[in-house]
């Protein structure tokens, strides 16, 4: 049996507004839901799979139920011999996925039995009775590749899959995409660099236009008038003058406002629709076409009127900026909370694993410098405890460096895919390292485009990354 990857870095998620964009994630799910009828009975496809809760400890003999998805449509009931996985990431794995998708076209043409595995503590995969930091120790990268392939085995003796069959997992996420990304180091002052680079496609007036913007709302927060008008104009749900002489809360109402923009680069014209497809019509364009339309007033209200839009179409009254209500929404352990969605599991790992925060210390400078890193690590201690200090944070990522950087070597039968829109191609491997490991890079698509279904609308080179995907498979199944 092989298992080959495919390893799209596109699910992996940046700084947004914490409630739109839910600090990390998208809320409902990061990958969102492809285009057409939804399956009105997911019991269909839905089933439960018993599985470890620590991998790495033997004695300890407690599991718990995994969720995943099965479509047997297409398998070639004879030889059983090929095996699709959609590895879940961040957000709940969904049964749309089953029978919608760019990998359903890929597995009716190569008659593959379609698998897809929730992420362990996302969904309602859920392997403890809350999300108490105590209980969050079992929520890894490792874990979950460990799932992954305890899952795997087991499958191959439930389903009777052929000793020949051959795996192809989709989407991969984040265990997947790091192996192949921490060779370069967790660092990712490069994140808001291209949110640079996709404002300044549309045009340089527009990357102006957000850095003189951005420079207008900090100075009229230096006194009374000036804030008046910023409670105003971006509908600040408590008046800025009342936190001032907060830094924690300046710090993320301006990173609230740059993740407006990158929340958007990163789901730049992919085919969203459905419960998470709020805003999915709101593009780089559209925002840049707000920045530079000279009529609306100068750049600060451009910028305002951004977030109007954003607001409007996520359905939110006012902008909660205040740093103590996103640490106390992230504070609930219970699986009944809105954080619960993703945003507190993810938000640990990345305390605990990965550490990429978008932090604003990239020069030059288009949303300020008001959310240092120094910002990030606090809300770590704030939401986990004073023990996910900065010496913490370093060390976990120096294991991840570690553990994935040595996985990397051996590294083959994967294509990693990126659109140069998404905010973290940065990360990623964008040239072909070597004939296993190809890579396949689409100018002016955003994150996990090439997973959602075909549209008449898709970029020319969208299009051919789908059909050379569909032939790299046939290679690797021989067929
Ligand atoms: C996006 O779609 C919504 C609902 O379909 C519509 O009301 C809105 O005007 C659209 N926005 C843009 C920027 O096209
Ligand atoms: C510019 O903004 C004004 C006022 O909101 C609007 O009426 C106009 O259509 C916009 N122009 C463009 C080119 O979008
Ligand atoms: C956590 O969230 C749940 C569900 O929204 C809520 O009922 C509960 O009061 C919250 N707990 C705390 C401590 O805020
Ligand atoms: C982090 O906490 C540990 C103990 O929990 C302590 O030894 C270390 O000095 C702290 N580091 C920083 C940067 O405060």
């Not at 996103?326 to 990965?354: D, H, K, L, P």
Request: charged fraction near 20%; include cysteine.
């Amino acid at each position: 049996m092989r298992l080959f990857f495919i390893f799209l870095l596109c699910c992996i998620n940046g700084v947004y507004n914490w409630r739109i964009f839910h600090n990390g994630r998208m809320v409902g799910g990061n990958l969102g839901n492809p285009k057409g009828e939804y399956i009105r009975n997911i019991r269909n496809y839905e089933r439960w799979f018993t599985q470890s809760l620590d991998h790495f400890n033997p004695v300890d003999e407690r599991t718990w139920q995994q969720r995943y998805f099965v479509n047997q449509d297409f398998i070639d009931t004879k030889n059983r011999n090929v095996a699709f996985l959609m590895i879940g990431g961040e957000g709940e794995a969904t049964a749309e996925w089953m029978t919608k998708g760019a990998w359903i076209d890929y597995a009716k043409k190569y008659q593959a039995m379609c698998f897809q595995l929730e992420h362990r503590y996302y969904g309602k995969s859920h392997p403890t009775e809350d999300l108490s930091t105590e209980n969050l120790q079992y929520l890894s990268s490792q874990q979950a590749l460990a799932d992954i392939a305890t899952f795997v085995e087991s499958m191959n003796e439930v389903y009777e899959l052929s000793e020949n069959v051959k795996w192809i997992a989709f989407g991969g996420s984040y265990p997947g995409s790091l192996a192949a990304w921490l060779r370069q180091k967790i660092s990712t002052f490069e994140y808001f660099k291209v949110v640079n680079d996709d404002l300044r496609s549309h045009s340089d007036e527009c990357l102006t236009a957000v850095k003189q913007g951005s420079a207008q709302a900090e100075i009229l927060l230096r006194h009374m008038v000036g804030q008046r008008t910023l409670n105003k104009i971006f509908r600040l749900c408590d008046p800025v003058e009342t936190v001032v002489d907060n830094p924690l809360d300046i710090s993320n109402l301006f990173e609230t406002l740059a993740g407006n923009f990158a929340g958007v680069a990163q789901y730049n014209k992919d085919n969203r629709i459905g419960k998470s497809s709020k805003g999915a019509n709101i593009t780089i364009d559209v925002l840049c076409d707000i920045m530079t339309n000279q009529t609306i007033g100068p750049q600060v209200r451009r910028l305002a009127a951004v977030n109007d839009l954003l607001l409007n179409s996520f359905e939110e009254k006012c902008l909660d900026y205040k740093y103590d209500s996103m640490i106390n929404a992230m504070r609930n352990v219970s699986w009944e909370s809105e954080v619960s969605e993703g945003g507190r599991q993810w938000t640990y790992q990345t305390c605990s694993e990965f550490g990429f925060f978008q932090t604003s210390t990239y020069k030059p400078q288009v949303f300020g410098d008001k959310f240092p890193i120094d910002f990030f690590v606090q809300q770590c201690m704030d939401i986990f405890g004073t023990n996910f200090n900065m010496t913490f944070l370093n060390k976990a990522i120096e294991r991840t460096n570690t553990l994935y950087g040595a996985l990397d070597i051996e590294v083959s039968n994967v294509v990693f895919v990126h659109g140069t829109v998404d905010p973290w191609h940065a990360l990623g491997i964008t040239k072909t390292m070597n004939q296993g490991a190809p890579a396949i890079y689409i100018k002016g698509t955003a994150h996990c485009a090439n997973m959602y279904p075909e549209s008449d609308k898709d970029l020319p080179q969208l299009k051919a990354a789908r059909v050379e995907i569909q032939q790299l498979i046939g290679s690797w199944l021989d067929l």
